[in-house]
């Protein structure tokens, strides 16, 4: 190559100073043409200066949808901590509702039950296992709470017994654990029967009644209530309703499955009776 421009480097300048005059004639004499150096500059420039404006293009976009994405996203962030608000707002208000609805209760309770003494409690703690059903409550040996306490709910139903006493908590047993023992009568029949439980009625929520006549008829739906038989209950206070009479595996005995009034899950302001009065 070196040769050759060596040999031919005075044709080559011939011809470039040719193209040359013939360029620059041609664009005096057509001036409204294009300039072919320009031509052939923006036949090049062109396709690059398309992809930098698609390029450039681009950007602005990412940048505008990354703005963008800012500006949601802390809008988002605002609008979950206001929905925050708004729903603590809202348990706080039920729960002074649910307490309004106890301390109602509590009142109709004391004035249609005058010999009662009650003292109120949290439910603080829930245990059911496979062979128990208890519940802790708020207050213990320091404000009077003693084992044998009966517990019940606002409305006057059953929950159960304390059966341990601390300081400031107390454990109960409710009607559905096997522990439980209470004399009860049934309601519209007036048989005086015995309130217990077992394993496989606290698996199904359940308790029963057993030392049944042989000339019962409970129906469903009959209410149970102790008896106050023994000064251990105070009398009256609804246990549970009657669901169904079944016999045991021998077929010897029959027991009636009773409901309990109380729904056991679902406690939270409970009463002690810490004195009563059957007579």
Same mark, same amino acid.
């Given at each position: 190559?070196?040769?050759?421009?060596?040999?031919?480097? @005075?044709?080559?300048?011939?011809?470039?100073?040719?193209? /040359?005059?013939?360029? /620059?004639?041609? $664009?005096?004499?057509?001036?409204?043409?294009?300039?072919? &150096?320009?031509?052939?500059?923006?036949?090049?420039?062109?396709?690059?200066?398309?992809?930098?404006?698609?390029?450039?293009?681009?950007?602005?976009?990412?940048?505008?949808?990354?703005?963008?994405? =800012?500006?949601? $996203?802390?809008?988002?962030?605002?609008?979950?901590? +206001?929905?925050?608000?708004? %729903?603590?707002?809202? %348990?706080?208000?039920?729960?002074? &509702?649910? +307490?309004?609805?106890?301390?109602?209760?509590?009142?109709?309770?004391?004035?249609?039950?005058? *010999?009662?003494?009650?003292? *109120?409690?949290?439910?603080?703690?829930?245990?059911? /296992? $496979?062979?128990?059903?208890?519940?802790?409550?708020?207050?213990?040996?320091?404000?009077?709470?003693?084992?044998?306490?009966?517990?019940?709910?606002?409305?006057?139903?059953?929950?159960?017994?304390?059966?341990?006493?601390?300081?400031?908590?107390?454990?109960? @047993?409710?009607?559905?654990?096997?522990?439980?023992?209470?004399?009860?009568?049934?309601? %519209?029949?007036? =048989?005086?029967?015995?309130?217990?439980?077992?394993? *496989?009625?606290?698996? #199904?929520?359940?308790?029963?009644?057993?030392?049944?006549?042989? *000339?019962?008829?409970?129906? $469903?739906?009959?209410?149970?209530?102790?008896?106050?038989?023994?000064?251990?209950?105070?009398?009256?206070?609804?246990?549970?309703?009657?669901?169904?009479?079944?016999?045991?595996?021998?077929?010897?005995? %029959?027991?009636?499955?009773? #409901?309990?009034?109380? #729904?056991? =899950?679902?406690?939270? /302001? &409970?009463?002690?009776?810490?004195?009563?009065?059957?007579?």
């Amino acid at each position: 190559m070196k040769n050759y421009f060596h040999e031919n480097g @005075i044709w080559v300048l011939i011809v470039a100073l040719a193209l /040359t005059g013939v360029l /620059t004639i041609t $664009s005096a004499v057509l001036p409204n043409l294009t300039s072919p &150096l320009s031509n052939v500059l923006g036949i090049v420039s062109t396709p690059v200066q398309g992809t930098v404006s698609s390029f450039a293009g681009w950007l602005e976009g990412l940048y505008n949808y990354a703005f963008r994405y =800012d500006q949601m $996203s802390e809008k988002l962030a605002l609008a979950e901590q +206001e929905l925050a608000d708004v %729903r603590s707002q809202l %348990r706080e208000a039920q729960d002074a &509702l649910a +307490e309004n609805e106890h301390l109602r209760a509590a009142l109709n309770l004391v004035e249609e039950k005058t *010999d009662l003494t009650l003292m *109120d409690v949290k439910v603080t703690e829930g245990s059911s /296992t $496979s062979w128990e059903s208890t519940l802790q409550i708020s207050k213990g040996s320091n404000a009077g709470i003693k084992k044998g306490d009966v517990v019940i709910t606002g409305t006057g139903y059953l929950v159960g017994v304390v059966q341990e006493v601390g300081t400031n908590w107390a454990r109960m @047993i409710t009607i559905i654990d096997p522990n439980i023992s209470v004399s009860a009568n049934v309601y %519209r029949t007036g =048989d005086t029967v015995m309130l217990e439980s077992d394993l *496989d009625m606290m698996q #199904q929520g359940r308790c029963k009644l057993t030392y049944l006549g042989e *000339d019962v008829s409970f129906i $469903s739906g009959d209410e149970v209530l102790t008896s106050g038989a023994n000064g251990t209950y105070p009398s009256g206070l609804v246990i549970g309703y009657v669901e169904s009479l079944q016999a045991t595996p021998s077929g010897l005995e %029959r027991y009636a499955v009773v #409901q309990p009034a109380a #729904q056991l =899950d679902e406690l939270g /302001t &409970l009463f002690v009776v810490t004195g009563f009065d059957n007579d």
